[in-house]
């Protein structure tokens, strides 16, 4: 069939970046989804059509690659045909498409028809990825997009869309200054809850179960993992002490007591670094006023509320768990002090005693006074109160100050903890207003003593769950942020829908979680971040090794804007994860040459910065022999540039030395290595001084790659590090670690080296 090109109207072809602010008509011109909605043809000819993936992708995973080896006899022989797009006769629209070619000027067309109506372009490509640009008017309704590939020739093209012209506008630029000395809160994590439903992960195949755990934890990365209570003896205060065993369980609660245990085995597995929280929906039904484990108070005994019971029980619970092989990191003694529901488990409390209802923080001090005697025991979190708003059985006062403002003082304490179910059902206006910052700062003013936990929301759409992350961790300075539905049964609010037959889905809000958690851990400080555009909601976090950034941002504009970085200091590299709606998490460009990102119209981006920063070690040499290790890395690494002010006789470790006066050669030590154990012995007192940078480091100790038996090793860490968290997983192959102050033996009782300090080294044995 011979065409005829006619009607065309071309208003533009551009070769630079243009902006789309509209939804994208081309579902699936990323080609994330593959070839789904493409239709590739080859008549006459010869030609492969495939996914280009890695550095051929030029963004998220996939790009569309076309190799033709015959020239068709006909332009149109081969093409790549995108069905009617919803094209409406007469209106002006914008396509853009990134692409390359193999060799530099091989050409490929864009046809946009139906029937007898066509409209065309040919664009020449280069090399390198390029931004291209068509400004056309439709000619007819329901044009079908067709690829075509006359010559041969290798392409590859991704990113293509078409938006109405009318919503291309020119894109503005914002400047955002980030301030690495202003330090906000450190951070403990962002996490999520197994609580309701959770039990529907164990009715998959193993295959299944291997895969949320892979999803839930690994790719997730979240750092905090909200458990439920589950352990209610049956008739627990009729035989009380004696029927408090796990074997008393009756089955519904034996099953939730087994599967909070495996979660919080699994979370720790995938990352040894996951701390678990548990929290208490309400005590047994015995303990209770009203003898039923909904609605209710705590009981009174002999006209007393029954505080040392309630510790007792307490005492049991974490019996309980630690014998079935689980201990909590945190643990909150009730869940919501003051909410009862007739529909799920409640116990309510009341900031003070009344005639009704037991004291929150007297229980909280019974329990702990009880437990902080153990050897070993959590971190308490309290009051976790279910909002921040008002509540009409304190007379209206503020439901977290009423409650938390007894606790301050409280050593037991370790953070304050609150729910934002006051913000439910509410828009994206009001989320971002003043009057909801004004709220949340209450959260921070006055309680500065202790760390802050968000520690249960949701209800929210993705993006508007991204703004209320954003608004919690800035105006109330959390420290944590845990996602109520991490997995539930399908709905809006939940990241990963469940199935009763042990099914998954995953859900918009799992990637809002994940722009937040992978990229943002325990130990993190938020910094300052400055902008002028009050369209963008951005946080800044930098880690404790002081060489990585991570950024996120949410653009509530519907435009695209073109997003500045300054951090002081140079960018080594950078990451940016994306997420727009239906397409979430992608992996683009990187910032550019001029520190510039470009933030999509309702985006939220995450931007993993790294970044030099030149530090300085000092470490004091003893005169004879010390034990020593760097931890920054240097320009100039060698023994005599390092030592040239000290008078060193001989350098060693376990397989080389360094000797004063001896000739070069005979020298198989020449250079210091970061974070590797050196013995140094000076002729007399003095001090190193190095100037570098950190180094990058991985999250535990390469236990892996030293030698069974005795290994000298060093700090690379810029802070002392417990030798736990150090080793990791790595522990079950360590002995011992001495160094000539102390030693370490991996569930020992009496170590007296329990720090990887800076500036030291140490004897390691591996088994």
């Not at 590859?156 to 894109?171: F, G, H, K, N, R």
Request: proline share 3%; net charge neutral.
């Amino acid at each position: 069939m011979k065409q005829y090109f006619f009607n065309i109207i071309i208003v533009s072809i551009l070769l630079l970046p243009v902006h789309l602010f509209a939804q994208n008509m081309i579902t699936n011109g990323n080609f994330e989804s593959g070839v789904t909605g493409w239709n590739n043809l080859v008549g006459s000819g010869a030609a492969t059509y495939s996914l280009a993936t890695g550095t051929n992708a030029y963004s998220g995973t996939n790009s569309l690659n076309v190799a033709v080896t015959t020239a068709g006899t006909n332009a149109w022989d081969i093409q790549s045909i995108y069905g009617a797009w919803g094209a409406v006769s007469g209106t002006s629209y914008t396509m853009t498409f990134w692409a390359k070619s193999a060799v530099a000027g091989q050409s490929f067309n864009i046809v946009q028809q139906v029937g007898s109506t066509y409209q065309s372009q040919s664009f020449p490509l280069t090399t390198t990825y390029t931004q291209y640009s068509w400004t056309f008017t439709a000619g007819a309704s329901a044009l079908e997009m067709k690829l075509q590939y006359p010559t041969v020739g290798t392409f590859y093209l991704d990113e293509i869309s078409i938006i109405p012209t009318a919503a291309v506008v020119s894109s503005p630029i914002d400047s955002a200054v980030v301030s690495l000395s202003k330090v906000y809160q450190t951070m403990e994590g962002f996490g999520g809850a197994l609580t309701w439903y959770s039990d529907w992960i164990k009715y998959g195949n193993t295959q299944a179960q291997e895969d949320f755990y892979k999803i839930a934890f690994d790719s997730l990365g979240i750092d905090i993992l909200r458990v439920m209570n589950n352990f209610y003896p049956d008739n627990y205060l009729t035989n009380y002490p004696l029927n408090n065993s796990i074997t008393s369980l009756p089955t519904s609660r034996k099953n939730g007591f087994d599967n909070a245990i495996e979660f919080a085995k699994r979370a720790k597995l995938n990352n040894p670094n996951v701390d678990v929280l548990m929290c208490s929906w309400t005590p047994p039904a015995d303990m209770k006023s009203n003898g039923n484990i909904y609605q209710g108070g705590l009981k009174k005994n002999n006209n007393v509320f029954m505080y040392s019971e309630y510790a007792r029980y307490w005492q049991d619970v974490l019996a309980a768990y630690k014998t079935a092989g689980f201990s909590p990191d945190y643990v909150s003694i009730q869940n919501e002090p003051g909410f009862q529901n007739a529909g799920w488990e409640t116990c309510e409390f009341r900031p003070a005693e009344t005639t009704d209802y037991a004291s929150y923080p007297t229980a909280f001090d019974s329990v702990y006074n009880r437990i902080s005697k153990q050897s070993t025991f959590p971190k308490f979190i309290g009051p976790e109160v279910e909002n921040i708003g008002t509540d009409a059985d304190l007379s209206n006062a503020n439901t977290y100050t009423s409650y938390t403002s007894p606790m301050k003082g409280k050593t037991g304490l370790y953070a304050y903890a609150y729910h934002l179910y006051n913000f439910g059902g509410i828009n994206e206006t009001t989320i971002m207003s003043t009057a909801t910052a004004n709220s949340l700062d209450v959260v921070k003013n006055g309680y500065t003593d202790k760390p802050n936990f968000m520690t249960e929301f949701s209800g929210y759409d993705w993006f508007n769950t991204a703004l209320m992350i954003h608004q919690t961790v800035t105006k109330a300075n959390a420290s944590a942020y845990i996602h109520w539905e991490l997995a539930w049964q399908d709905n809006t609010e939940t990241a990963i829908a469940l199935t009763n037959s042990g099914t998954f889905t995953i859900k918009p809000n799992y990637y809002v979680l994940k722009h937040f958690a992978k990229f943002i851990d325990k130990g993190y400080t938020r910094i300052d971040v400055t902008n002028t555009n009050t369209e963008l909601a951005v946080s800044a976090y930098k880690n404790p090794n002081k060489n990585q950034i991570t950024m996120v941002i949410i653009n509530r504009a519907n435009i695209t804007v073109d997003f500045a970085v300054n951090v002081g200091k140079t960018i080594s590299s950078s990451a940016v994860y994306q997420s727009i709606d239906a397409s979430y998490f992608q992996k683009v460009a990187g910032i550019n040459a001029k520190n510039h990102l470009s933030l999509p119209a309702r985006s939220l981006s995450t931007v993993v910065i790294d970044y030099v920063e030149n530090i300085t070690q000092t470490i004091s040499l003893v005169k004879g022999w010390n034990l020593i290790s760097t931890n920054i890395t240097v320009a100039d690494s060698s023994i005599a540039t390092l030592f040239k002010n000290i008078d060193i006789q001989e350098i060693k470790t376990m397989d080389a030395f360094w000797r004063k006066g001896q000739n070069t050669i005979f020298n198989s030590l020449t250079k210091i290595s970061s974070g590797q154990g050196y013995f140094v012995n000076a002729n007399v007192a003095g001090t190193l001084t190095l100037t570098g940078n950190t180094i990058n480091l991985p999250t535990n100790y390469s236990i892996s790659s030293l030698k069974t038996g005795w290994n000298l090793t060093g700090c690379p860490y810029q802070s002392a590090t417990a030798i736990a968290s150090a080793l990791g997983t790595g522990i079950s192959n360590v002995s011992l670690i001495k160094n000539f102050t102390g030693f370490y033996i991996p569930s020992g009782t009496s170590n007296s080296l329990l720090t990887i300090d800076p500036g030291k080294g140490y004897f390691l044995k591996k088994k």
